[in-house]
């Protein structure tokens, strides 16, 4: 049987060709559009838990609810004693503290005066003790445009397009201006010891990095922090075990009306992070639903079509005595055939593009430019072993569900009618 329905598909051509190409077409997108998909979201998770939230942070109260403005009069203080608590009750993590900080770059003429300014947003980590690996989780090695990446006190990097903005090299000295944890006034002249590039624009423009040390000193922070990151150290942010390390943090400090008192977040909750982990997760589901939609609406018109052309050959089958369950079964047996046929090669074509864009990647740094989220300027898809199924499935669904709606017109031929149709 299986060998009659193939030569029957290959012999007539018309009946079996648009309804490959169709499930093909559809696979094939299904299949590319979910490894980019699944590998923007791997990059724009990563990307952002390096450089802004941790897989897990730990904040003030007071500074989660006024965050935005960077208040580092709200900051965490007495961190050497929490860090010791965090790695003793979470050892799946490593913890690194960062101070985040706003001020002026003023950059002096010859004579001292002042020549050029601009604003900065100084991000202070461990660079100098080597007992944290923030220098590789912040990619500065690969990063680096030119100069060498801060080796003693009173270094700072800084972004390529503000040192561009500002006609800084390394070598140059700039002075800081802002104001301390107290309020007050605060100066420092600092060496630039080199120029980063990440690629995107929103870093590039205003970033200052500088070791946690020299940012304590600055603002009068001893022993302070903003926040403290945690990194898992599977390296893979996993959204429902840092929920629950978030929620047993959390309940030490729970009822406590302390504006001070430590909390804990994890990626996902941060608003505009976790809204769009969730939009961007639900718009996978919904793309693959549409898909078997719009497909078996497709199928089951091609299916009426096909139907109408064979409708003598279904008229002859039925005179001679077949049943209408055979004719219908038989239908469905060739939708099978034609949908996994379709499916396999719509399958190799999205696997072969998400492999593709994997190593090669998408340049999107001119949709970027501006906004408040950390996104990757190169886009690459991912693949796994799951993308084999997620179109391969419904493209053979779409077929079958088309054919068997389309096939129904077959109950409604009457055998009394036949003998005078094939006269005619």
């Keep these: 049987m299986i060998k009659f329905i193939f030569t029957g598909l290959l012999r007539d051509k018309s009946r079996s060709l ?67 608590k965090l790695e003793t009750d979470f050892p799946g993590y490593t913890w690194s503290p960062r101070i985040n900080f706003g001020g002026m770059l003023d950059v002096p003429d010859e004579s001292g005066e002042s020549k050029k300014q601009g604003p900065v947003m100084g991000m202070a980590v461990d660079l100098l003790s080597g007992k944290t690996d923030e220098i590789n989780r912040l990619n500065l090695h690969t990063a680096l445009a030119e100069g060498h990446i801060p080796e003693a006190s009173g270094e700072v990097i800084i972004g ?146 096909g139907g109408l052309r064979r409708y003598n050959e279904f008229g002859i089958r039925l005179a001679m005595g077949e049943e209408k369950g055979h004719v219908y079964k038989m239908l469905l047996y060739e939708a099978l055939f034609t949908g996994i046929i379709g499916s396999v090669f719509g399958t190799l074509l999205g696997v072969a593009l998400t492999l593709f864009l994997q190593y090669k990647g998408i340049d999107i740094s001119g949709m970027v430019q501006g906004g408040a989220m950390i996104m990757p300027n190169i886009i690459r898809a991912k693949f796994s072993p799951d993308l084999l199924s997620v179109g391969f499935i419904p493209g053979v669904a779409a077929m079958v569900i088309g054919t068997m709606l389309s096939g129904i017109a077959i109950f409604k031929r009457e055998t009394a009618k036949l003998i005078k149709e094939l006269e005619i």
Excluded: C
């Design 160 to 305: 390529e397009e503000l040192a561009r903005k500002l006609d800084l090299h390394p070598g140059d000295k700039v002075t800081f201006i802002g104001s301390t944890m107290e309020g007050s006034l605060t100066f420092r002249n600092f060496t630039v010891s080199g120029t980063i590039r990440y690629g995107v624009r929103q870093m590039d423009n205003v970033i200052m990095l500088l070791d946690l040390k020299d940012a304590q000193a600055l603002l009068d922070m001893e022993n302070g922090a903003t926040q403290i990151l945690g990194y898992s150290k599977q390296g893979v942010y996993f959204d429902e075990e840092a929920a629950r390390t978030r929620d047993a943090f959390n309940k030490k400090y729970a009822g406590s009306g302390d504006q001070f008192i430590p909390v804990m977040r994890s990626l996902s909750d941060e608003p505009t992070l976790g809204y769009y982990l969730t939009y961007i997760n639900s718009f996978s589901g919904l793309m693959i639903f549409i898909l078997i939609v719009i497909m078996s609406i497709v199928l089951w018109n091609a299916g009426l079509l």
């Design 18 to 84: 648009l309804p490959i190409l169709v499930i093909m077409i559809g696979v094939f997108l299904t299949v590319g559009m979910t490894g980019y998909i699944r590998g923007f979201i791997e990059d724009f998770v990563d990307q952002n838990a390096r450089l802004q939230t941790g897989h897990v942070n730990v904040v003030t109260k007071a500074y989660a609810q006024n965050e935005s403005l960077m208040p580092i009069d709200l900051a965490l203080l007495g961190i050497d004693t929490l860090m010791k």
